[in-house]
C-alpha cells in the first residue's frame, strides 16, 4: 500500500508539473476557436489555412455553419448568452452595428499586420475610429451579369441606362430566354438592387449616409430611391422574371446552373460569385461574363462594400491570445497570397500580395468609370438582408407598391434603431 | 347471396386492402427520404422514388457522422428529453396527489394554474430572463427545467385522473401502519401509477425530443445543440444536398421511431383515455 | 382535519415552483414588458402603454395579415383534419387483420418532429417533386404547380401537410369512442329498419360528441400555436403571406424589438384562451 500511495504522489505531481508548464507557453495546445459563419463564407482554402495552423499550434478552429437567413439572430443571441462565440463574421464598417460593437467587437488597432490594410480597405475595417476587422477579402460589390453569348445574339451591349435595360430584356424575350435571372427562393437576395444606389446617391447629396445613421433619416425622403423601385417594379411587370412561382422558387444557389444554361440572360450577381460559374462551366470562357453596375435610376457609379465581410474578435472571448494568433497566422504573406490566388477575387485588402484584377473587376470599373465608393452596408446601420429583402419581395409579388415598400424598409429599420413609431 | 357472417368477413378484407393503399400516402414521404439518403448528391437532387442510378451508397451517412456532431446532438436530445421526462413525472405526480386527495379551494386554484398551460403558449422570451437571472441560461439544467415546465399541464391532466381512481383505503392502511407522506407516495402510491406514467412518460419524451421552438430560443451553444436542431442547421447549410439532408433525418428519425413502435400501444391508449373522458 | 396532516402541501411545491417560475412569470412578465419599448439597442426601458398593441392592429403593418393567416389556418385545419380524421374511424371502425398495425402507420406522422416533416414535404412540393411527378404521371399535367411559391396556393399547400401529420390523432380519438358505443344498438336499430344515415345520427353522433369535443380543442389550440411547420414551409414567404403569430414573435425577437415581440406573444395567448374557453362553452357546455 505504501507504495502505491508514494507512486501516486509522484504521478500527481508529474502532472501537475506539467499542467504548469503548459499554462506558461503562450497557446492552449488542444483549446478550441470557435468561429461562427454562413454556410458560404468559409471556402475550401480558408479550411486548409485552419488546418496548417492548427498543426502548427496545436489550436483547433471550429466553424460553425448557420444557415444564411438566420446568422444575424443567431450571433446576436450568442453573444448575448456569453456563449463560447471567440470571432464571428460581420459586414464590414457599420454593418457591423446590429452586433454591438462596444460590448463585443475587440480592437485590434495595435497587431502588427494592420500596417499592411490597403489604403481603400481602412474605412470598411475600423468601427467607432479602431481597427476591428481582420478582413483578406476583395474589394466587392454587386453588378448585372450577363450571357455575353446571348448579348452577341441580339446583336447589344450591357446596358448603360434603363431604357437600354429594358431593350435588351425585350430582345431577349423574343428569342425565348427569361431576361433575368432572380433566385426569389432567397429572399436576402431582392436587397442587393437598392444596394447599388449608395455610393451615387451619397455622392449627389453630399450627406445622405450621414442622415441615415439617425433614425430620423428614411429612404422615403429621396425620390431617386422611390424611382428606382418603380423601375425594379417595372422589370417584373414587363415578365423580364418569368412566370411568378417560378422565379419565387429559384435558389441563389443554382445560379451557376442557370446562367451557364442560356434559358436566362443576366442576374444581379457580385464580383467574386461570378467565378464559380467560371469554374462549373469553363466552356464558354471568361469573357462571356461581363459585369457592369445597375443603370437603374441614373445611377452610374459602382457602391462597393470595401472589403466584405469581415471577421470580428469577441471581446468577451477567452480565447484572445490564440485568436490574436490565429489573424496573425493569416495575414502572412504566404497565407494572404494562398488566399488571393485560390479565390480569384480581383483585389484584395492586403498591400503585400500580387494581384490579377479579373475580367468582372474590369468591365465592371470600366462601366462606371473607375467611380467608386462605400455602399450603404459599411456607411449606415441596419442595412438588414431579411427585411429589405422581403419588403421587396412583396412589391415584387404585388403585395406593396414601390412606395410602400421603402416605407416599409424605413420602418423596420426605425424598429430596429429601437424606435416604435 | 350472402350471409351476415359472410358479408362482414367480405367488409372487413375490403376495409384493409383500402387501408393499406390509403396508408400509401402516408408511407409515400418517409419512403422518399429513406431512398434518397442512398443516393448521391446529384442523384439524390431530384427526390424522387426512383432507383438509384448511381448506385447505392453509404457516404452521406459517414459524412454527415463525421465530425461527430449529430452523435453528440443525439446524446443532448437524449439527456434533455429524459431529464425532462424524470423531473416532469416525479414532481407532477407528487403535486396531483395532494391536490387529487384534499380538494381545497387552494389546491383547486393550483390545478387550474397548471391546466391552463394546455392552452396558453409559453413566452420564451422572458422565460431566458429568469434563467439569466438565476444564472442557468444555457445550462443543460436550466434547459430540462423549462422542459419540465412545458410538460407539466399535460402530465397534471393524466395524473389528476388516473390518482381518482386509486381507492383511498390504500392509503388509509398505510397510514395507519404509520408512514408519513414520502414514503406513502414513494413505497405504496407511485408504483400503482405505473400504467399512466409509462403513457405520459413516452408522450412527454417524444414532445421534448421533437421539440424545435425551445432549443431554438433557449440553447445557444452548437455543442448543445438538439437533434431537430441539428437537421435544421444542416438543411441551412447544404441546401440542395439533399442525400445528406435525408441521411440526417432518417438519423435523427430512427431514435423516436424505435420509441414509438415500442410503445405504441400505450401512447394510443394514452391518448384516447385522457381524451374521450373529456 | 387529518387530510391536512397526511397530504402535505410541501409535497405540491416542486411542481409548482418550478411551473411557477418558468412558466405563469414569463407570461405575466410578457405582459408586462408588452406594454414598454424594451429593445435590443437601448439600455433603458420606457412604458409606452398599449402602443406596441396599437402596431399589432394598424392596418399598415404586416400582423393583421399574421392574425388573419392564423385564423385562416387554425380554422381549414381543424375541420380537415376532423373530416378526414372522422370518416378513416367510421371506416375502420370494424374488426380485421393488421388493424393495430395499420393504425400504428396513420398515427406515425404525429409522433415526428413538424420541422423534418416541413422539410421532407418542401422537396415532395417543390415544382419537379415528386407530388407534381406524379400527377403528371397520370395525364394531370395542368394542374401542377409550384405549390409553395404560388400564392394562391401556398397556404392551402401549409393546411394540407399540417392536416396529413394530424389525420392520425384525430381518427384515434375518434376510434376510441366509436368503440364505446355497443354494438347492440346498432343491431336494435336494423331490427327497427333504420337506415345507415339514421343509425348515424341517433346512435354514433351523440356518442361522438366527447371525442368531437376534445378534437377540436385540441385542433384549435395546435393550430393558433403553429409554428415548426410554417418554419420549414415557408418562413412565412413568399414575402409575408403565411405570416402567422408566431413567426412574427420569432422574427421581431430576432430584429430585437422584444416589447413587440411580447405584444404579439401575449395577444396570441390570450386570443387562444378566449378562443378554447369559447369553444369548450359552445361543444360541450355541461362539462365545461
Known sequence: ??????????????????????????????????????????????????????????????????????????????????????????????????????????????????????????????????????????????????????????????????????????????????????????????????????????????????????????????????????????????????????????????????????????????????????????????????????????????????????????????????????????????????????????????KNVEQDVTYQYETLMASCDNVSGPDYTTRIPFYSADPIGRAYIEMWIGDKTPLEAVQQIDKDRAIMFGVVE | MLTMAQKRKRNAILSAVIGWIL?????????????????????????????????????????????????????????????????????????????????????????????????????????????????????????ILTYAALGIPFAAFMYYNFIGTIPTEIDESAIIDGTNISQLFFQVIFPLLKPVTVTVATLTFISAWNDFVSPLYLLNSSSKWTMVLMVYNYWGVMQQEWGKICAVIVLTLIPILIVYIAMQKHIIAGMTSGAVKG | ????????????????????????????????????????????????????????????????????????????????????????????????RTQNLMRGVYFMPYAISSLIIGMIFTSILAPDGILNEGLRAIGLDAITKSWLTNRSTVLGAVIAVEIWKSIGLNMVIFLAGLQMIDKEYYEAAQLDGANAMAQFRYITWPFLRPSITTNVILNIIHGLKVFDIVMALTNGGPGNTTQVISTFVFKTYGMGAYGLSNALSTFISILTMLIALAALKLIAPKEA
Not at chain 1, 455553419?65 to 456563449?83: E, H, M, R, T, W
Not at chain 1, 477579402?137 to 441580339?154: K, R, T, V
Not at chain 1, 425620390?223 to 422565379?247: A, C, H, K, N
Not at chain 1, 471577421?311 to 488571393?340: C, G, H, T, W
Request: charged content about 20%; proline content about 4%; hydrophobic content about 45%.
Open chain 1, 1 to 350: 500500500m505504501k507504495k502505491l500511495f508514494a507512486l501516486l504522489l509522484c504521478l500527481s505531481m508529474l502532472l501537475v508539473g506539467a499542467a504548469a508548464l503548459a499554462e506558461e507557453t503562450q497557446l492552449r495546445a488542444g483549446s478550441t476557436l470557435v468561429v461562427c459563419a454562413s454556410q458560404d463564407w468559409i471556402k475550401d482554402y480558408n479550411r486548409k489555412l485552419a488546418e496548417d495552423f492548427t498543426a502548427e499550434t496545436g489550436v483547433n478552429i471550429d466553424f460553425q455553419l448557420i444557415p444564411d437567413d438566420q446568422y444575424g439572430n443567431v450571433v446576436k443571441a450568442k453573444l448575448a448568452s456569453g456563449d463560447g462565440v471567440d470571432i464571428f463574421f460581420s459586414n464590414p464598417g457599420l454593418g457591423l452595428s446590429e452586433y454591438s460593437p462596444e460590448k463585443y467587437a475587440y480592437d485590434l488597432s495595435g497587431q502588427p499586420w494592420v500596417s499592411e490594410y490597403a489604403d481603400w480597405a481602412l474605412e470598411s475595417i475600423t468601427y467607432d475610429g479602431n481597427v476591428v476587422f481582420f478582413a483578406a477579402s476583395s474589394l466587392d460589390g454587386w453588378g448585372i451579369l450577363y450571357n455575353a453569348e446571348l448579348l452577341e445574339q441580339i446583336g447589344m451591349e450591357p446596358a448603360t441606362s434603363f431604357e437600354e435595360l429594358l431593350a435588351i430584356c425585350d430582345a431577349l424575350q423574343e428569342i425565348d430566354v427569361t431576361p433575368i435571372f432572380e433566385p426569389g427562393a432567397d429572399t436576402w437576395h431582392a436587397c442587393v438592387w437598392l444596394l447599388e444606389t449608395g455610393d451615387w446617391l451619397n455622392r449627389k447629396y453630399g450627406d445622405m449616409y450621414e442622415k441615415l445613421c439617425d433614425p430620423s433619416g428614411k429612404f422615403e425622403d429621396y425620390p431617386e430611391v422611390i424611382t428606382f423601385s418603380e423601375q425594379m417594379m417595372e422589370l417584373v411587370e414587363r415578365g423580364y422574371f418569368g412566370e411568378e412561382e417560378d422565379w419565387l422558387s429559384q435558389k441563389w444557389n443554382d445560379r451557376a446552373e442557370a446562367m451557364a444554361s442560356g434559358e436566362f440572360g443576366m442576374m444581379v450577381c457580385h464580383m467574386s460569385a461570378a467565378d464559380q460559374i467560371e469554374e462549373l462551366y469553363p466552356e464558354a470562357g471568361v469573357e462571356n461574363w461581363p459585369l457592369t453596375i445597375i443603370p437603374l435610376a441614373g445611377n452610374n457609379t459602382f457602391s462597393n462594400s470595401g472589403g466584405s465581410m469581415g471577421m470580428v474578435l469577441n471581446k468577451e472571448s477567452d480565447m484572445i491570445p490564440e485568436a490574436l494568433a490565429y489573424f496573425e497566422f493569416l495575414a502572412r504573406q504566404e497565407n494572404l497570397q494562398y488566399v488571393y490566388d485560390e479565390s480569384k477575387m480581383p483585389i484584395i485588402t492586403f
Open chain 2, 23 to 143: 396508408s400509401l400516402i402516408i408511407l409515400v414521404p418517409f419512403a422518399v427520404i429513406v431512398v434518397n439518403s442512398f443516393k448521391t448528391t446529384r442523384d439524390s437532387a431530384m427526390m424522387n422514388l426512383e432507383w438509384p442510378r448511381d448506385g447505392w451508397v453509404l457516404s452521406n451517412y459517414a459524412e454527415v457522422l463525421d465530425g461527430g456532431q449529430i452523435v453528440r446532438s443525439f446524446f443532448n436530445s437524449l439527456l434533455i428529453a429524459s431529464g425532462c421526462v424524470l423531473v416532469c413525472m416525479v414532481v407532477t405526480a407528487m403535486a396531483m396527489f395532494v391536490i387529487r386527495r384534499r380538494k381545497s379551494k387552494l389546491h383547486r386554484v393550483i390545478f387550474y394554474m397548471f391546466f391552463a398551460g394546455l392552452i396558453a403558449p409559453v413566452n420564451y422570451i422572458t422565460a431566458l430572463q429568469i434563467l439569466k437571472a438565476l444564472h442557468l441560461n444555457g445550462t443543460y439544467f436550466g434547459t
Open chain 3, 1 to 96: 382535519m387529518y387530510k391536512k396532516q397526511i397530504y402535505r402541501s410541501w409535497f405540491t411545491m416542486p411542481a409548482f415552483i418550478i411551473y411557477f417560475l418558468l412558466f405563469i412569470i414569463p407570461v405575466i412578465f410578457g405582459i408586462g414588458y408588452s406594454l414598454t419599448n424594451w429593445n435590443a439597442m437601448s439600455s433603458e426601458i420606457k412604458f409606452v402603454g398599449l402602443r406596441n398593441y396599437l402596431e399589432i392592429f394598424n392596418p399598415d403593418n404586416a400582423y393583421l395579415l399574421a392574425i388573419k393567416n392564423t385564423l385562416v389556418f387554425t380554422v381549414y385545419a381543424s375541420v380537415g383534419k376532423i373530416v378526414v380524421g372522422l370518416a378513416l374511424a367510421l371506416f375502420f371502425n370494424r374488426k380485421f
